[in-house]
Every structure is written in structure tokens, then in C-alpha cells.
């Protein structure tokens, strides 16, 4: 059974941890630098920690990349300066959620440094919080990480070259994310005109529930590179990245209000439109 390196124990990296230990492979990652709350994540996820970052590349058949989209390259870097001081070479998995041009380039800094590379994305919330996460991948040696002892999460190929798992990612999250800005946006603007109870009772539930809207506020400062990415993958879609541009403007100014101070984990299930409009109030 393959040891596997985590580089990135927050919640979705400890919740695709445990889901991989649940599976029955060691899952090793470290916590040189990290905060008090992803100590606490990765110790509910049963990950075993190893002293520095260098001792988690010697270790692990595979690294799994999970960061915030902005700190995706820095971490390929980051990876690519430990290789002269160990000998292993473990496949890196990148399941970041970049576009594809930053894939092609986190790519290309790890193989300079002697490790295949995989790219890859997730669709979904962290194991721990709901089964059923799907992890897209891509790459000549995708099916390596696909046949990891995967519990609770689904890996699906989609292609051989490098960036297509990224692809994927950039237009289910314009989507996704793009609703949920359009609904935090919706609730606002209501609430300052007096008008939240009739707008939320005419939307209903389709374009997000307001439990889903606070998540989203928890993780806006995440969303801002995120959107910028997004952009990225548009234009080089031949499409404008204007769009993309102003949700990326939409989410920094969400992540300066109260709201955004949570944490995921700590949301509450009955979270209300007024309690939102209220922590995002200026």
C-alpha cells in the first residue's frame, strides 16, 4: 500500500487524507508553519505528522497539492527546491484549482526537478463533510493516482495531456462559484432595499440555500485567485475574462466583512438570509 504525502492539511486536504487512510494507505503530511486549525484538522483526520516538509517528499510514493489557488505555483516551486536533498522521486498530484496555463507550469518546474507530475481537480466538498467528491485527473500517469485506495471520493481520468483536469475544474467552478456570487450579490443588494424576505422567497433554494452562501463567504479570500484563474482559462478560451474579473472583485469585498471571519467547519446548518445579509453588512 502506497505511503502518501500531503502537502496541504486544511479542510480539503485533511478530509482527502482521511479519505485515503480510510482506503488504508499511510497518509503523512506536515505541519512546519501551518496554523493552529489545520494542526487540528489533520489530527481528527488520523494523518500522521512528519517533523518537515523534505521528510514528507522522502517518504510518500505520492504528493497530493492541495492549497489555496493563489499559493499552487509557489508550492510546485517549493517542491522543486527539496528535490536535491532526497533521493526519492514520488509521483506529485497537483489538484489545485488553477487554469491550465498555471498547471502547464507548476508542471514544468516539478519535472525539471526529476518528479512526473498529474494534474488534477476536485469537485465537491471534503470528504469529511459529505461523501462523494470527485477527483479529476490528467496526464500519462493519471491512472496511478486514479488507483489509489480512494474511499468516499471518486477519481475520474479525462485525458492524457496536462491541464485537461484543470479545465475541467475552471468551468464547473464558474458555475458553481458564479451562482453563489450571483446569490451573495442578490442578498445584499435586497437587504439594503428593504426587500430580502420577498426576494428569498421568489429564488427559493435553485442558485444556492443561505448554509451554502456563508460557506462560500468563509472561503472568499480563497475565491478572489480563484476567479482570477478562471479568467485565465476563459480567455485562453477565446472568451472575455471581464466576467470572471468582477467576481474576483465581488469575493474580495465579501472576504473584508465580518462573515468572511468563520470557518467552514463552524457554519451552522440553520444560518438564515438576514443573519448573511447582516455579516456582510458595511
Known amino acids: 500500500m502506497k505511503t502518501i504525502g500531503l ?28 496554523s493552529a486549525r489545520t494542526a487540528r484538522l489533520a489530527e481528527e483526520a488520523g494523518l500522521r505528522i512528519a517533523a518537515r516538509p523534505a521528510d514528507v517528499v522522502a517518504e510518500a510514493d505520492v504528493i497530493l497539492v492541495v492549497t489555496p489557488p493563489g499559493a499552487a505555483f509557489d508550492a510546485a516551486t517549493e517542491l ?5 536533498g532526497v533521493a526519492a522521486r ?11 496555463t498555471t498547471a502547464r507550469a507548476a508542471a514544468e518546474v516539478v519535472r525539471a526537478a526529476g518528479f512526473d507530475f498529474v494534474d488534477g481537480s476536485i469537485s ?3 470528504p469529511t463533510v459529505r461523501p462523494g467528491a470527485r477527483i479529476y485527473l490528467s496526464g500519462p500517469r493519471a491512472i496511478e493516482v486514479a488507483d489509489l485506495s480512494w474511499t468516499h471520493a471518486t477519481p475520474i481520468v479525462v485525458g492524457d495531456g496536462i491541464g485537461a483536469a484543470s479545465a475541467v475544474k475552471m468551468s464547473t467552478a464558474s458555475v458553481y462559484k ?22 428569498m422567497a421568489d429564488l427559493g433554494e435553485g442558485f444556492g440555500t443561505p448554509y451554502e452562501v ?6 472568499a479570500h480563497r475565491y478572489v485567485a480563484e476567479m482570477g484563474e478562471i479568467a485565465q482559462s476563459q480567455a485562453a478560451a477565446g472568451l472575455t475574462p471581464s466576467l470572471f ?12 466583512q465580518p462573515l468572511a471571519d468563520g470557518q467552514p467547519e463552524t457554519i451552522e446548518r440553520d444560518v438564515t438570509a438576514r443573519q448573511i445579509a447582516d455579516g456582510l453588512r458595511r
Open 214 to 219: 456563508a460557506m462560500a463567504a468563509t472561503k
Open 80 to 84: 522543486a527546491a527539496m528535490a536535491p
Open 90 to 100: 514520488p509521483l506529485v498530484a497537483d489538484l489545485n484549482a488553477t487554469s491550465p
Open 245 to 256: 474579473e468582477a467576481f474576483a472583485a465581488v469575493w474580495a469585498d465579501v472576504a473584508d
Open 7 to 34: 502537502v496541504g492539511a486544511g479542510h480539503m486536504g485533511s478530509g482527502l487524507g482521511w479519505a485515503l487512510r480510510e482506503g488504508g494507505h499511510d497518509v503523512v503530511t506536515s505541519l512546519a508553519g501551518r
Open 124 to 126: 465537491g466538498p471534503p
Open 178 to 199: 458564479g451562482l453563489m456570487g450571483l446569490m451573495t450579490q442578490a442578498i445584499r443588494a435586497a437587504s439594503a432595499h428593504g426587500v430580502l424576505e420577498p426576494v
